[in-house]
């Protein structure tokens, strides 16, 4: 089975500065894949970042970076340069053929970013 | 503009109704997933598609059903067995495939009068 764990309910951050985001996951699948989503009040799921298990370089998107420690089982999502906007709720979230590649979600970490 | 769309915004249900919820894409593809979001927490799934007249339950089937008739189309209905329904409806979408996104919709929340 997998499982996601987020271990931040709520961060607080100023804007301008980086904030790191917790998440790991526990898997026996050799093949996987992380995504990390975020949840602004009005709902909407929207994507920003997606590694591989198998993926030799950090993903980054534009101010997302992911941080991937394989061996830790570790993929924490970097926001750097915090903006007002980035309030928000983020899930990180798994797939892999043990899990028939349904996506698992975390619980999610709540950011506030204060001007 | 390909996207998926989520009807209606808000949905209310009396009880012992059945209501039922749309999810249309148009971005062609295959695997169709529709999950639940209770406040605070996160995404729970109830079924998942990932052909056309092929579904599965996910984790919490009971008191909801799904129909997959065509492949842009995979509506939700929630039936008068689900005895907690208020929450937070999502349609998702993707390809078939490991690396590839699932892509929301913008959800519905159903509340009980």
């Known amino acids: ?25 526990d898997t026996s699948d050799q093949s996987y894949g992380l995504f990390w ?10 994507f920003l ?39 928000a709720m983020y899930f990180c979230a798994m797939r892999g053929p043990s899990n028939d590649y349904k996506l698992s979600f975390g619980a999610g970490t709540t950011v506030t970013v204060r001007a | 503009d390909g996207g998926i769309t ?5 949905l209310f ?9 749309s999810c249309e894409q148009n971005l062609n593809h295959d695997a169709m997933y529709w999950y639940r979001q209770d406040p605070g927490q996160g995404l729970r799934l109830i079924y998942y598609s990932q052909i056309v007249n092929d579904f599965q339950k996910g984790d919490i089937a009971e008191g909801y059903s799904v129909s997959r008739e065509k492949k842009e189309s995979f509506p ?8 907690n329904p208020t929450a937070f409806y999502l349609c998702a979408s993707s390809k078939a495939a490991l690396r590839e996104t699932q892509y929301f919709g913008p959800g519905t929340r159903l509340l009980v009068l």
Do not use: W
């Not at chain 1, 989503?37 to 709902?43: A, R, V």
């Not at chain 1, 591989?52 to 970076?65: I, W």
């Not at chain 2, 009880?15 to 919820?21: D, F, I, K, M, S």
């Not at chain 2, 939700?76 to 005895?83: E, F, G």
């Open chain 1, 37 to 46: 989503y975020k949840q602004p009040s009005s709902g909407e799921m929207i």
């Open chain 2, 76 to 83: 939700l209905t929630v039936t008068s067995a689900q005895k």
């Open chain 1, 49 to 87: 970042i997606y590694q591989g298990s198998y993926d030799e370089q950090n993903a980054t998107e534009g101010r997302y970076s992911l941080n991937f420690q394989k061996a830790r089982k570790s993929a924490n999502l970097v926001i750097s340069a915090s903006q007002l906007g980035d309030s």
């Open chain 2, 6 to 10: 989520q009807s209606p915004k808000y």
């Open chain 1, 1 to 25: 089975a997998q499982k996601i764990t987020q271990t931040q309910p709520g961060m607080f951050v100023q804007e301008k500065e980086a904030v790191t985001l917790d998440c790991t996951y």
């Open chain 2, 13 to 21: 249900r009396k009880e012992g109704q059945n209501v039922t919820l």
